[in-house]
């Protein structure tokens, strides 16, 4: 049995984390969890699953929580609940938590960057969900998972995907997971991509697009941060960046493909030519599962793919006008250091914008770009955690003045 931690357990991949433990209750138990202020599904989870550690990444909610879980059973002494923390120390303990074997890492955005980083010191193996934590700080991360021997199992549906079908090569027995070693035999990945709310739009709509708009994904519902990303087609641009940390291939050898049925997950091209791809209905729980059960594969219930009740798989170049954030993450890659981390921190900056309907939906990769052009003279090829911090908040910051000074008048002049 698979003693699991599960950090931002009350979000989307912790939520399907959680059922999946309930489906397989012989082969994972929960001892960890940690959550942000949703404290009515948070004690649902400590009732179901009664992990030894809960951390609120709020402390100010501890007391309500404890409050709440002795009123449910006012007979259990406060000994027996769990240890409740808080903060980031709270984060970071539950994240290194001694008995957990596997860290399921749900926390949105580079706010999963810390405790992530705890668990790897640790020597937790992770089921990574939070693509932040290696585009963010992949010159950090990848040298200690090398001190650690942590490996970082791929949750995205996508480095899911290229991780399946490189099971049985060199790189995959010789546990060479996440390290940036070039992968044996692989010559080019290519990461497939719904396209997103806007994908039948024409680049002259755009200009009418609201935020109902971009947050109304055609095949699947999200959250409104990663489906905004889907709109502008960012999600793709950092899993084009993770995949490079992930399975140490340049971005020559990375393509994007628009595939509005989402039913092939990602593809890799071998040596001889040979083209592996994993197929699937859209179901995050598949990706999650595998990251759980490996090297194993468990028998599950599910719904089976029938490619004739599909029909027909189509695949488009993405359009680079369109979707403008695709090459400023590729850009952003190919400079490294800090760059991505720029990228990434503009990026969540400018869609918390957005959301607030503050800025436009194209100022969102006007923003990015204003961002990335100021840093290049400020571009640490060698950061250690403090400077990816640093520069982090400072892109943050950077795109709130620009926006208040007005995105137009700065995109057009450009920087003294």
């Known amino acids: 049995m698979k003693a699991i931690s599960v950090l931002g357990s009350t979000g989307s991949i912790g939520t399907q984390t959680l059922q999946i433990v309930e489906e397989f209750p012989s082969q994972f138990k929960v001892v960890a969890l940690t959550a942000g202020r949703n404290l009515t599904l948070l004690v649902d ?35 027996e609940f769990p240890e409740l923390l808080g903060g980031k120390d709270g984060l970071n303990q539950a994240a290194s938590w001694d008995k957990a074997d596997l860290v399921v890492t749900g926390i949105v955005g580079c706010a999963g960057l810390l ?61 060479r997971l996440s390290t940036g070693v070039p992968t044996p035999g692989l010559r080019r990945i290519q990461l497939t991509a719904s396209g997103g709310a806007f994908r039948e739009w024409s680049v002259e709509d755009l200009e009418k697009a609201t935020v109902d708009d971009a947050t109304s994904h055609p095949n699947w519902s999200m959250g409104r ?26 971005y020559d050898h990375i393509e994007i493909v628009i595939h509005p049925q989402s039913i092939i997950h990602s593809m890799v091209e071998l040596s001889d030519s040979s083209v592996l791809a994993q197929l699937g209905w859209p179901d995050m729980k598949l990706p999650i599962l595998y990251c759980m059960s490996w090297p194993n594969r468990f028998e599950t219930p599910w719904k089976r793919l029938n490619l004739t009740d599909v029909g027909a798989l189509t695949f488009l ?13 590729y850009s952003a890659g190919r400079a490294g250091g800090t760059m991505p981390a720029v990228l ?31 840093h290049k003279r400020d571009l640490n090829y060698h950061p250690n955690l403090e400077e990816v911090l640093v520069v982090d908040s400072w892109a943050r910051k950077f795109v709130d003045e620009i926006v208040e000074k007005g995105i137009s008048q700065q995109f057009h002049q450009g920087f003294n």
């Open 317 to 329: 170049s993405p359009d680079t006008k369109k979707y403008p954030c695709v090459e400023l993450a």
């Open 225 to 250: 941060k990663i489906t905004v990303d889907s709109a502008t087609l960012m999600n793709k641009g950092l899993e084009v960046i993770e995949a490079h940390y992930l399975f140490g291939i340049d």
């Open 115 to 175: 405790p992530t980083l705890a668990a790897i010191k640790a020597g937790k193996d992770l089921a990574l969900a939070n693509k932040e934590t290696l585009i963010a700080a992949g010159p950090v991360v990848l040298p200690q998972l090398k001190i650690s021997g942590s490996r970082l199992l791929p949750a995205d549906s996508e480095h899911s995907a290229i991780f399946q079908c490189l099971q049985g090569t060199p790189w995959i027995e010789n546990a």
């Open 344 to 374: 990434n921190a503009a990026n969540e900056k400018a869609v918390e914008l957005f959301l607030q309907e503050k800025i436009h939906f194209l100022d969102i990769p006007k923003v990015i770009e204003l961002a990335c052009e100021r």
């Open 45 to 79: 989870q400590i009732q179901r699953h009664k992990p030894e550690v809960v951390s609120l990444a709020d402390e100010s909610l501890i007391p309500e929580l404890r409050e709440r879980l002795k009123s449910l059973s006012p007979e259990i002494p406060l000994s």
